[in-house]
């Protein structure tokens, strides 16, 4: 055990800070919001691309970069603090998704066109409210040597945008993983009208011809990845908490009343101190999460820990933040609405922190059914 | 980062469960729960030196100064490990005082006091707060003027909130010795016996049974070599050692043992029948606790890494200061909720759930919020430090 960041990790950071400061600023947040909007960035894609974020958990003979989870929460830090567009986590979670279920085959073609940036997918595994409910939303039926699925998805997210949608569906008693092409025969995709702006869809689908990643799969496999997603997912907000924190005290360092800084003041310092402390605990929680499901364990205690902390700090960082900020950050021109957005959003999906601890109090033994 | 033990950490941590296997004995826990630490020449005396045997009140001082050379990282694990086992494990003279001498005092306050704290023999008590210099520390008053004819510093004054000096040997004691000079800039610290003539020692009852002192100083004397480094700049040290001594006390190894025995006891009929793990609510409140007792630990290695790396990590101590003293607090009050009038039940009444270990934690619980600087202090610090706003007029 040793929770200092080593010097690679510092680099990784750094660097993934510079390149979304140049290639991520708010206007490009902003317009991807934009009614109408083409929803792909793409000249940030390439940049983060060539940068090898894509490929960064996936083994050197894909294409990938051979790190581990962890990195992936080094992007998530730098991602949650810019609000890089959802579809880069998304398809890194799709592509661990298909690193842990698929067989080698799969692997070899789903992997090396998503590290070169040329493929891009998401997933939807288990309920968008709960990441440890891994029952198929979907049902199955046999077509010769392949497979079609019926059902309904719901905030599922990028399918605009996105090549393949990892998922599941039921057939026979058991589960069966298979890839959806959002835009096959038979798929309805309408946008959600929601918090965060566009970005989360609905998918009908009707005997929709699928390919299969494997049949059978297990509910701990499933769960195993969910909660990979999702506690990659809480890194996130961390990152979207760590960054409002950071305006609030540039904003109350420079605003002065009272003939001095806001900043200053004792009751001022409190709020941002419990937001350090609220960030702290976020912070080692999420990645203590990544890092032991990064090993293979199921985690679901970690990942319990790691979204009740997550949530709670990233809504009260930017919360407060609004609360330091009044009106200059109530306004929609300085943009604080769009962490706040971030963190609402992603404490609603996969689970909010009372979800989480259901899952903690099963892990304790508090419940019992 | 890496989140696990390594062979080596996972090897320190299976040595201290076995040393604690073999010497927490049925014996010393009635001790402790009958006495506390106050029975004198009893189990906890033979306890303390089992562990001055293992060389563990040295644990992580460098070989030269009798110390095993251990890290930060190592003490953490032991400290988290005595207090998960409700044990009383190195005290502040070990993991705040000692690393100040080390870091900062003379060659021959090294040699003179070291060895001693290492087997056990010297025991400081902290006199630092007096009745008017309490949260304001740099206010203190109490005066050590040296005699130039004796080569003694002579002390007058008086401290408080003076906890075990009824069990200790010396005073690590700050003084003024400078009283014309800016308040941080003319203070010192100087090692007293506490047996010294002109030192009067009167006990102090807190809330939750404790026992704390206050000390009073009349023309006490001492070596001129019992002053530590150098003259005027005990601020520095003594800062220096509130920061090792927050980190110690604010290892979560109690909080895990308070949250895994209410789920224990949640599960279980309360005297009226009822089982408080079968109301949602309950099991809401206990999953929180839970996931708050992860959090402090991860704090606490966070805190004992860097310290580990040499640095002094004040916003980070500072941080887990108040995150597990506020924990405390919501640990207590969850369970005197969950146990229901029950709860109530006091401190060693055999009827009390735990023996009234929740009562108790309910009235001890207050300290660690206010002590060692307050929470509200040490809240000042993080915006402050960690993140460079401008100091409060306060």
């Known amino acids: ?369 | 980062m890496e989140f696990e033990l390594d062979d080596d950490q996972r090897a320190w941590l299976e040595e201290v469960r076995d040393f604690l296997r073999t010497h927490v004995t049925p014996e010393l826990r009635a001790e402790l729960a009958e006495h506390d630490l106050e029975f004198k020449g009893g189990e906890v005396a033979a306890f303390r030196r089992a562990i001055g045997e293992k060389g563990w009140f040295g644990l992580n001082w460098p070989v030269e100064y009798g110390g095993l050379g251990l890290g930060a990282v190592h003490q953490h694990l032991l400290m988290s490990e005595f207090e998960y086992w409700g044990v009383p494990g190195p005290d502040l003279t070990v993991t705040s005082v000692a690393p100040m001498i080390m870091r900062h005092g003379t060659e021959q306050n090294k040699a003179e006091f070291l060895p001693p704290i290492a087997r056990g023999e010297m025991i400081c008590a902290v006199g630092y707060s007096e009745p008017d210099a309490g949260t304001d520390l740099a206010s203190l008053r109490t005066r050590a003027v040296l005699d130039e004819s004796t080569g003694e510093w002579v002390i007058n004054g008086s401290k408080i909130w003076n906890s075990g000096a009824q069990r200790s040997t010396h005073e690590w004691l700050c003084v003024r010795t400078d009283p014309d000079a800016p308040r941080h800039k003319g203070i010192s610290v100087i090692i007293v016996p506490i047996d010294h003539p002109g030192v009067e020692i009167r006990p102090l009852i807190a809330w939750s049974g404790y026992r704390t002192n206050e000390a009073f100083f009349d023309d006490v004397r001492v070596p001129a070599t019992n002053l530590i480094g150098e003259v005027n700049e005990g601020w520095r040290y003594i800062t220096g050692a509130l920061d090792l001594e927050r980190g110690a006390l604010t290892n979560a190894g109690d909080l895990r043992r308070s949250v895994e025995d209410l789920v224990e006891l949640a599960r279980k009929p309360r005297a009226d029948g009822r089982v408080p793990a079968d109301d949602p609510v309950a099991v809401r409140r206990l999953a929180g606790l839970v996931a708050d007792v992860e959090a402090a630990t991860l704090m606490g290695y966070e805190a004992a890494s860097l310290l580990a790396e040499g640095t002094i990590p004040t916003v980070e101590v500072s941080t887990e200061k108040i995150f597990t003293s506020e924990l405390r607090q919501r640990i207590a009050d969850t369970a005197m909720d969950l146990l229901g009038p029950e709860g109530l039940l006091a401190h060693r009444n055999p009827e009390a759930p735990l023996a009234g270990a929740y009562e108790r934690l309910y009235r001890t619980a207050p300290l660690l919020r206010f002590g060692a600087g307050t929470n509200e202090v040490l809240r000042d610090v993080i915006a402050q430090r960690g993140h460079a706003l401008p100091r409060s007029g306060r």
């Open chain 1, 1 to 369: 055990m040793k929770l200092v960041p080593s010097q690679e990790e510092t680099d990784l950071r750094g660097m993934l800070r510079d390149l979304l400061a140049a290639e991520c600023p708010t206007t490009l947040v902003r317009a991807l919001r934009e009614p109408g909007a083409d929803r792909f960035p793409a000249p940030l894609w390439k940049s983060l691309t060539a940068a090898g974020v894509l490929g960064l958990p996936f083994a050197e003979a894909y294409g990938g970069a051979d790190g581990r989870l962890d990195d992936v929460a080094t992007y998530l830090l730098e991602a949650g603090r810019a609000l890089a567009p959802s579809v880069v986590a998304g398809t890194l979670g799709f592509g661990i998704a298909v690193d842990r279920l698929g067989d080698d085959a799969l692997r070899g073609r789903v992997l090396p066109p998503l590290c070169a940036g040329e493929l891009r997918g998401t997933v939807a595994l288990a309920d968008p409210g709960d990441a440890h409910d891994v029952r198929p939303r979907l049902s199955a039926r046999r077509d010769g040597d392949g497979w079609r699925v019926s059902g309904r998805l719901e905030h599922v997210a990028d399918a605009d945008v996105v090549d393949r949608v990892l998922t599941t569906a039921a057939v026979d008693g058991r589960t069966l993983a298979v890839l959806v092409d959002p835009r096959a025969e038979g798929v309805d995709v309408t946008p959600l009208e929601a918090m965060g702006g566009p970005g989360q869809f609905r998918m009908l689908l009707d005997d929709v011809p699928v390919e299969e990643v494997v049949d059978a799969v297990a509910v701990d496999d499933l769960r195993r990845v969910s909660h990979t997603i999702a506690a990659l997912r809480c890194v996130e907000l961390v990152g979207v908490a760590e960054e409002a924190l950071r305006r609030t005290v540039a904003h109350a360092g420079s605003r002065h009343q009272f003939g001095r800084p806001i900043g200053s003041f004792q009751a001022a310092q409190h709020l941002v101190a419990d937001m350090h402390i609220g960030i702290q605990a976020a912070r080692l929680s999420a990645l203590a999460a990544v890092a032991a499901l990064g090993r293979g364990e199921l985690a679901v205690r970690e990942s319990a820990v790691a979204r009740m902390h997550a949530t709670v700090a990233a809504k009260r960082a930017t919360l407060d933040a609004h609360q330091l900020h009044g009106g200059m950050g109530y306004v929609l021109e300085t943009d604080l609405h769009l962490w706040s957005e971030r963190a609402r959003v992603l404490s609603s999906l996969d689970g909010s922190a009372d979800t989480a601890a259901g899952w903690l109090a099963e892990e304790v033994g508090l419940v019992h059914d």
